[in-house]
């Protein structure tokens, strides 16, 4: 049975950083991709950022390009996202994803394009 368990999250000021984790359970990912999204309130969940294939390729959303970095730990089978300066519009729940398989250059930014997910953490920017 493969599981996302994610840790990390929490409430924050504006400029401030934070670290996510996501550990996976059940089957390793690290020839395909990672990724994490995101989900305010009143919101559709949106790509924040992925990392794929056996090079760590990353992609970020324009919105948190220089601000937010990807990585992953294959030994620990652990993905991170480490957010810096961060905004109170970065308020969300955050979800990692998983995806067996590696993405095309500019793929794997939806939703609908990953296996398995992590049950979600908040992650609150006060102003």
């Known amino acids: 049975q493969v599981q996302l368990v994610q840790s990390g999250g929490g409430l924050i000021q504006t400029g401030g950083s934070l670290r996510l984790s996501c550990a996976s359970s059940g089957r390793t990912f690290s020839s395909g991709a990672m990724g994490w999204f995101r989900q305010a309130p009143g919101k559709e969940r949106e790509f924040v950022a992925r990392?794929?294939?056996?090079?760590?390729?990353?992609y970020y959303a324009d919105s948190v390009k220089g601000r937010f970095t990807i990585s992953r730990d294959n030994a620990k089978n652990t993905v991170y996202l480490q957010m810096n300066t961060t905004k109170p519009e970065d308020t969300a729940i955050y979800y990692c994803?998983?995806?067996?398989?590696?993405?095309?250059?500019?793929?794997?930014?939806?939703?609908?394009?990953?296996?398995?997910w992590g049950q979600g953490t908040q992650v609150t920017v006060s102003s």
């Open positions: 990392i794929r294939g056996n090079r760590d390729y990353t």
């Open positions: 994803a998983a995806r067996v398989v590696s993405c095309a250059t500019f793929g794997c930014l939806l939703p609908g394009d990953y296996d398995y």
